[in-house]
């Protein structure tokens, strides 16, 4: 069992930066691949960045360029550095862990959820 808490969000003018932080306890940290989804309202949870223990990292498209994830092993936390944040980065976001093996972009490939941090961007 895996439980991750998130913090870090708010409220940020648009160009504005945040960092979201996702703290995991219980099993190996090292030994799950952790990734980042955002919910709009009204809108499917969709992916957002993933990041292997080894250090490789996968972003979508709508983010790469301004969004940078990272991972302390040793801390058991995973990053979401959010740069130039724009309107429809508004959502909750979402700390997720699974197996290395897993697919990254999709919820079904993750075992854990936190429980999610408002961030909101105004105009």
């Known amino acids: 069992q895996v439980q991750l808490v998130e913090s870090g969000g708010g409220l940020v003018q648009a160009g504005g930066s945040l960092r979201l932080s996702c703290a995991a306890s219980?099993?190996?940290?090292?030994?799950?691949?952790m990734g980042w989804f955002r919910q709009a309202p009204g809108k499917e949870r969709d992916f957002v960045a993933t990041?292997?223990?080894?250090?490789?990292?996968l972003y979508a498209d709508s983010v790469k360029g301004r969004f940078t994830i990272s991972r302390d092993n040793a801390k058991n936390t995973v990053y979401l550095q959010m740069n130039s944040l724009k309107p429809e980065d508004t959502a909750i976001y979402y700390c997720?862990?699974?197996?290395?093996?897993?697919?990254?972009?999709?919820?079904?490939?993750?075992?854990?959820w936190g429980q999610g941090t408002q961030v909101t961007v105004s105009s």
């Open positions: 990041a292997w223990s080894g250090g490789a990292t």
């Open positions: 219980g099993r190996t940290f090292s030994g799950y691949v």
């Open positions: 997720a862990a699974g197996p290395l093996t897993t697919i990254v972009t999709t919820t079904r490939g993750y075992n854990y």
